[in-house]
């Protein structure tokens, strides 16, 4: 049974940080894309930033220059290192899992395609005040 559990969630100021984590059990894919969502009550939920298990990475350009996706296959860990946080990026993030999508796909934001994504996490709340 394929399981995605985030934590690291929380409450900060405008320019703190926060890191988040997925911790990933039970998939047998081969090759896989792993991502971090976000979102906002009425709003669809969108890619935040991907990463496939040949080290491609892609990232929404709202986040780019400020946040940092990696994966630790040691232990099976999806984190999300996000710097100089703002208002805007209040949110329930989650991480998704869905097959491998190939270094084009990635390129052309397919990793960012929520209703591709076979599993999910329960998420995580972000809160960044002014």
């Known amino acids: 049974q394929v399981q995605l559990v985030e934590s690291g969630g929380g409450s900060v100021q405008a320019g703190g940080s926060l890191t988040l984590s997925c911790v990933a059990s039970?998939?047998?894919?081969?090759?896989?894309?792993l991502a971090w969502f976000r979102q906002v009550p009425g709003k669809e939920r969108e890619g935040v930033a991907g990463?496939?298990?040949?080290?491609?990475?892609m990232y929404d350009d709202s986040v780019k220059g400020r946040f940092t996706i990696s994966m630790n296959n040691a232990n099976n860990t999806l984190s999300l290192q996000m710097n100089n946080l703002k208002p805007e990026d209040t949110a329930m993030y989650y991480c998704g899992l869905r097959g491998w999508v190939g270094q084009r796909g990635m390129e052309l934001g397919l990793w960012a395609r929520r209703e591709d994504y076979d599993y999910w996490g329960q998420g995580t709340q972000v809160t960044v005040s002014s």
């Open positions: 039970g998939y047998m894919y081969r090759s896989y894309c």
């Open positions: 990463i496939d298990n040949y080290g491609i990475i």
